[in-house]
C-alpha cells in the first residue's frame, strides 16, 4: 500500500479529498465528481491499518484519543501541501478521509466573494459569520478574509482552529494560530475563545461555532469590543440565525436575540456548484444586518420569508439574496439554468425567471 503515491496522483489531478474505505478503490474527488485513483486495487483490512499507521506514525496520544473517542481529526504535511486527515471506524476497521489544502491561498477575489464581505473586515466589533454546509468552502473563504485583513490591517489576529489548514505568517498584522483538541494549544473552542479576551486580540477567528458554549463566548467577545468571524454548518442566513437562536432554551432566546441583533454585522452563506467550464463556482447568499434585518431578528417568532425579503430590499446596503446570485452566473453563463432552480424551492422558480429577465435587459441597455 503505497500512500504517496496515491497523494501524488490527487495533487497532479488536483484532488479536493482522497478517502480510503475498504473493499473500495481509493477516491478523489475532483469538482464535486468521486473517480477511482487510476490502476489502483481494492483495499484491504490490512491496507486500511497501514494507512491509519501512516499517518499515526507511532504517535501514542494520537492513538489513544482514536481508540477512546473511535475518530481522529488531524493535519498533515506531505510535500508542499497540508492534509487535513480524518480518521474513523467503519464495521470495526479504519476508514481516513484527506482534505488536500494547497500552501497558496487564493485570494478573496478570485474567490468570487462579494466585495462588502472584505469591507465589514473594518468594523471594530462585532460578529461576522461564514455559513454553509460541508465542502462548500466555508474554511478557504474564512482564511482569505484573514489573509486580506493580515496584509492591509495593523491588527492581533487569533485564529482558533481544528485541525490549522493554512499557515499564515504575520504581515501587516500580528497572527496567533491555535489548534483545539486534546493534547493541543486549547482544549476546546469555547476555552479559547474565553482566553482570547485576556490576549489582548482585535479579531477573534473560530473555526467552528458548533455548541452554545461557543456561541456565548463569541458573544461576549463581540460585545466587549472585538471583531469576531467564524463558521456555522447552516445552508441559509435565515437558517444561520435561527441556529444561533436555538442553543438557548426558549426563557433565553428573547436575551440573545437582542444581543445578536446589536452584535450581527454580517452572514455570508454560500454554496459550490460545478460550472460550465468544469471549474467549481461560487454562490453567495450576503445579509447585512441593518435595522430591518435586526427588528426581524427581535421578533417573538423568526420569519425565514420576512428575512429573504429584508435580503432582496437591502441590496443598496450590499445585501444578496441567493436568487439574484443565481441569476446572475446563470446570465453570465457560468452555471446552467437546471442548476440554477436545483438550488430553490418550487415557489421561487417564476421570481428567478423574472430575476434572470431583468439582468439581460439591463445588460442589453
Known amino acids: 500500500m503505497n500512500v504517496n503515491e496515491i ?73 508542499d501541501i497540508r492534509l487535513r486527515v480524518n480518521l474513523s471506524l467503519s464495521e470495526d476497521i479504519p476508514i481516513c478521509t484527506l482534505r488536500l489544502i494547497r500552501e497558496e491561498l487564493p485570494s478573496y477575489e478570485s474567490l468570487g466573494v462579494p466585495d462588502i464581505v472584505r469591507r465589514m473586515t473594518y468594523q471594530t466589533q462585532g460578529l461576522i459569520l461564514v455559513t454553509g454546509k460541508t465542502n462548500s468552502g466555508k474554511t478557504t473563504t474564512l482564511n482569505a478574509l484573514v489573509n486580506y485583513i493580515n496584509e492591509n490591517q495593523n491588527k492581533k489576529i487569533i485564529t482558533l ?89 426558549v426563557r433565553d432566546q428573547r436575551m440573545v436575540k437582542y444581543l445578536l441583533s446589536a452584535l450581527l454585522k454580517l452572514v455570508i452563506s454560500q454554496r459550490l456548484l460545478p460550472g460550465t467550464d468544469e471549474k467549481l463556482v461560487l454562490v453567495p447568499e450576503v445579509m447585512v444586518v441593518d435595522n430591518i434585518v435586526s427588528g426581524i431578528i427581535r421578533k417573538d417568532k423568526l420569519s425565514v420569508s420576512e428575512i429573504e425579503d429584508a435580503i432582496q430590499s437591502g441590496a443598496d446596503k450590499g445585501s444578496i439574496s441567493l436568487i439574484n446570485s443565481l441569476a446572475e452566473l446563470f446570465v453570465q453563463e457560468k452555471i446552467t439554468l437546471d442548476q440554477a432552480k436545483a438550488q430553490i424551492e ?4 417564476e421570481r428567478l425567471n423574472r430575476t434572470i429577465m431583468q439582468l439581460r435587459i439591463r445588460r442589453n441597455k
Not at 499517518?55 to 481508540?67: A, H, L, R, S, T
Not at 418550487?346 to 422558480?349: F, R, S
Open 7 to 79: 497523494l501524488d496522483k490527487a495533487m497532479e489531478l488536483e484532488a479536493s479529498d482522497v478517502h480510503f474505505i475498504c473493499d473500495n478503490k481509493p477516491m478523489l474527488r475532483i469538482a464535486r465528481d468521486l473517480i477511482p485513483v487510476p490502476d489502483s486495487e481494492i483495499l484491504t483490512p490490512e491496507d486500511m491499518s497501514e494507512i491509519y499507521d501512516y499517518f499515526i506514525k507511532g504517535n501514542v496520544g494520537k492513538d489513544e484519543v482514536f481508540n477512546e473517542t473511535r475518530k481522529l481529526d488531524m493535519s498533515y504535511e506531505y510535500r
Open 346 to 349: 418550487e415557489k421561487n422558480i
Open 161 to 249: 482552529e481544528n485541525p490549522i489548514e493554512y499557515k499564515h505568517r504575520s504581515k501587516k498584522s500580528v497572527i496567533v494560530q491555535k489548534e483545539i483538541g486534546s493534547g493541543k494549544d486549547s482544549l476546546t473552542f469555547s476555552n479559547g475563545v474565553q482566553n482570547s479576551l485576556r490576549e489582548d486580540s482585535d479579531i477573534l477567528v473560530i473555526g467552528e461555532i458548533r455548541d452554545r458554549e461557543t456561541m456565548e463566548a463569541a458573544i461576549e467577545t463581540a460585545e466587549s469590543g472585538h471583531l469576531v468571524i467564524g463558521t456555522l454548518h447552516t445552508k441559509s442566513c435565515a437558517e444561520t440565525i435561527d441556529r444561533m437562536i436555538n442553543f438557548y432554551e
